[in-house]
C-alpha cells in the first residue's frame, strides 16, 4: 500500500476527540474537494510501498491501541480489508476515515468509520450516494464539512432523507432506528462558528437527530498548516 506518513497525535475531531492515536495517512484519491487540507496525500509521489506487516510493526511502536486510517481515501487500496483485518486480531480500535465515495463493507471488532458527506462549497456534491451513507450503523460517524450557507442547507435535507430510509429499513425488522452519529464542522476560516451553532439549534432535524457541533482540534492547538500532527 502507499503510506503517506505514520504519526502520532491526538484525535481532531469526531468521537475520540482529545484522545491519543496513530494516524496511518494512505496516499491517493479519487475527490478534489476545494478545501483539501492533505493534498499531499492526493497528488504527487510524497509516500513509501509498505506491507500490511510492516504498517501493522510501525503502529505497534507508538503502543497506543487507537488507530485511524486516513488520506486521501484509504478504502480504494487493494489490501486495505487485510489490514483492517489484522489491526482488529491485534487489539487496535481502528476509525477508518472515508470521503463517502466507498460503501462501508468491512466489519470487525473495534472497527468503526468517520464518513464525509461533500457538500456543495467542496465542489464533490455530485459525487455523493444516499446508498453510501446507508451502509453506516449507529457506531459510525457522518461528517458535514460547511463552507457556505447553502451546505448548511444540504446537511439538513441529507440528515432527513437518512433518518427516513434508516426508519423505513429498520420498522418492517422490528429493530430500532441505527442512525450514525452526527457530525457538523466548518471550513477552517469561513463560516461564522456562532452561525453555524445557531443554525443547528434552530434546524429541528438536527436537533432531532442530535448532531453535534466541531472544530478541528489540531488546527487549534498546532499551526493549521503543519503535518504530523
Same mark, same amino acid.
Given at each position: 500500500?502507499? @503510506?503517506?506518513?505514520?504519526? +502520532?497525535?491526538?484525535?481532531?475531531?469526531?468521537?475520540? %476527540?482529545?484522545?491519543?492515536?496513530?494516524? @496511518?495517512?494512505? /496516499?491517493?484519491?479519487? &475527490?478534489?474537494?476545494?478545501?483539501?487540507?492533505?493534498?499531499?496525500?492526493?497528488?504527487?509521489?510524497?509516500?513509501?510501498?509498505?506491507?500490511?506487516?510492516?504498517?501493522?510493526?510501525?503502529?505497534?511502536?507508538?503502543? =497506543?491501541?487507537?488507530?485511524?486510517?486516513?488520506?486521501?481515501?484509504?478504502?480504494? /487500496?487493494?489490501?486495505?480489508?487485510?489490514?483492517?483485518?489484522?489491526?482488529?486480531?491485534?487489539?487496535?480500535?481502528?476509525? @477508518?476515515? %472515508?470521503?463517502?465515495?466507498?460503501?462501508?463493507?468491512?466489519?470487525?471488532?473495534?472497527?468503526?468509520?468517520?464518513?464525509?458527506?461533500?457538500?456543495?462549497? #467542496?465542489?464533490? #456534491?455530485?459525487?455523493?450516494?444516499?446508498?453510501?451513507?446507508? %451502509?453506516?450503523?449507529?457506531?459510525? =460517524?457522518?461528517?458535514? =464539512?460547511?463552507?457556505?450557507?447553502?451546505? &448548511?442547507?444540504? %446537511?439538513?435535507?441529507?440528515?432527513?432523507?437518512?433518518?427516513?430510509?434508516?426508519?423505513?429499513?429498520?420498522?418492517?425488522?422490528?429493530?430500532?432506528?441505527?442512525?450514525?452519529?452526527?457530525? =457538523?464542522?466548518?471550513?477552517?476560516?469561513? &463560516?461564522?462558528?456562532?452561525?453555524?451553532?445557531?443554525?443547528?439549534?434552530?434546524? !429541528?432535524?438536527?436537533?432531532?437527530?442530535?448532531?453535534?457541533? !466541531? @472544530? !478541528?482540534? /489540531? +488546527?487549534?492547538?498546532?499551526?493549521?498548516?503543519?503535518?504530523?500532527?
Amino acid at each position: 500500500m502507499k @503510506v503517506c506518513e505514520i504519526f +502520532k497525535s491526538v484525535e481532531g475531531e469526531g468521537l475520540r %476527540t482529545g484522545l491519543a492515536a496513530v494516524f @496511518v495517512r494512505l /496516499h491517493g484519491c479519487n &475527490l478534489r474537494c476545494s478545501y483539501c487540507d492533505s493534498m499531499y496525500a492526493v497528488e504527487g509521489n510524497d509516500y513509501r510501498q509498505m506491507s500490511c506487516g510492516e504498517i501493522l510493526d510501525a503502529v505497534r511502536a507508538f503502543g =497506543v491501541k487507537a488507530v485511524t486510517l486516513t488520506g486521501g481515501e484509504p478504502l480504494l /487500496h487493494a489490501g486495505v480489508e487485510e489490514l483492517l483485518r489484522s489491526l482488529s486480531e491485534n487489539g487496535y480500535k481502528v476509525n @477508518v476515515e %472515508t470521503n463517502g465515495t466507498v460503501p462501508c463493507k468491512w466489519r470487525y471488532p473495534g472497527l468503526f468509520y468517520t464518513m464525509d458527506w461533500k457538500c456543495e462549497s #467542496s465542489g464533490m #456534491s455530485d459525487k455523493m450516494q444516499l446508498e453510501n451513507i446507508a %451502509t453506516l450503523g449507529a457506531d459510525d =460517524v457522518l461528517k458535514f =464539512v460547511v463552507g457556505i450557507v447553502e451546505d &448548511l442547507k444540504e %446537511t439538513s435535507r441529507v440528515v432527513a432523507e437518512l433518518s427516513r430510509i434508516k426508519s423505513c429499513a429498520v420498522a418492517a425488522a422490528g429493530f430500532s432506528r441505527s442512525m450514525p452519529h452526527i457530525f =457538523v464542522s466548518p471550513v477552517f476560516g469561513k &463560516l461564522e462558528y456562532a452561525k453555524i451553532v445557531d443554525w443547528m439549534l434552530s434546524e !429541528q432535524t438536527m436537533v432531532e437527530n442530535n448532531a453535534r457541533f !466541531q @472544530v !478541528q482540534l /489540531h +488546527k487549534v492547538v498546532w499551526d493549521p498548516d503543519m503535518r504530523g500532527v
